[in-house]
């Protein structure tokens, strides 16, 4: 199967990746048989993925770095990289190729450390001899000292190293890096283009792809989750039913302290399951003896603190991340109520809920619904700001009551 065809609903997007990983390729062959390169080539050195939530950004970024590893003997007749079964194409697409850098972080920033790291590993030769290619995901949460040191990187790249970086928006990239990369938009794909790679890949039975598909509106990681996870199903149901709870100011603080800690066992489930194994994994590795309560050798108390540090933080982003999406599943349910009040009854989404939809629609006007979801809009701002969560998500439901 071509990597290609993990790139859900970005015909165009898809076709400028391929023509600039066919002229990637006759640079590298070109370069191997002593020729010259081509006069013009459709490949540049540094790309920016921009898109919505769900359009597939680190998706079109880790098929197009595979389409560069590519190593099909079909190429030689006439075969386009990126077959999707030869080593170069397998190896990057789960993650193992040796000159292929995947960079997603679950804390909230990508520091000036860490970006250093990067650039060293750029300026290297690659071990294959294609590309050294570095897949950065979360390009958005580079701070301004990390993004100065990515710049001189960016603008003066070794010969065969090249930058596929991804954010939300062109604005969520430091205007000096976006300045030197090429632009791919990504848009969000369509309902039914998201059911029919659920049922084709996953195996979700139709109906229940078609209704997490529309109620996700095409995020493709949203839906996938959604139809393999009972239990993420569950807690979407919960915060669909907070507009149903606001009817007086008891029930706003019970609604926002049962988010704030869904959000909290979210985190904690992510601890557990990572923290334990990361912490003896750094204990073996510092010379610890087997068993928590063993003393650690002398010195290694500053690791220790540094590694407990980044745990934190990455619970603290799981929980905002949470959170987040529970506002946007809020700011959904608000928006199918103004679909309705508006006359338009077929663009409702969460269809599971259409009677509490409806009974909303119909004890409110356009108007409050519109300022229901500008609240939401603002409570995830006041997160962004580090507002303490249950005091911005309190704010949220009481103006929620307040239409």
Known sequence: MPVWDDVVGQERVVTELRGAAADADAQVTAHDEGHPPPPTSRMTHAWLFTGPPGSGRSTAARAFAAALQCVSPDRALGGEPGCGFCDGCHTTTIG????????????????????????????????????????????????????????????????????????????????????????????????????????????????????????????????RRLATDEAARKRRAAVLRVPLRVADIGGCLRAAQELVDAAQEDAKAVAEEVDSKETEEMRAALGAAAGAGSRMPRGTAGVMKELADRQKRRSTRTQRDTLDLALTDLAGFYRDVLSLQLGSPSGIANVE???????????????????????????????????????????????????
């Open 96 to 223: 193992t190729h040796a000159d292929v850098e995947f960079v997603r972080t679950d804390l909230l920033s990508i520091g000036v450390k860490e970006t250093r790291d990067l650039v060293r590993r750029a300026a290297m030769s690659p071990a294959g001899g294609r590309w050294q290619v570095i897949v950065m995901e979360d390009a958005d949460r580079l701070t301004e000292g990390a993004g100065n040191v990515l710049l001189k990187a960016v603008e003066e790249p070794a010969p065969r190293t090249v930058w596929l970086l991804c954010a939300p928006s062109v604005e969520d990239a430091l205007p000096t890096i976006r300045s030197r990369c090429r632009l791919l938009s990504l848009r969000t794909p369509s309902a039914e283009a998201v059911a029919d790679v659920l049922m084709r890949r996953d195996g979700i039975e139709p109906e229940l792809a078609a209704q997490v598909a529309r109620a996700t509106q095409g995020h493709i990681g949203r839906a």
């Open 353 to 403: 809920v259409r009677e509490g939809i409806e009974q909303i629609a119909g004890a409110s006007r356009p108007e409050q619904s519109l300022r229901r979801i500008e609240a939401v809009l603002a409570c995830r701002e006041a997160l962004d700001r580090n507002v303490a969560p249950l005091l911005a998500v309190e704010a949220l439901t009481l103006a929620l009551r307040a239409g």
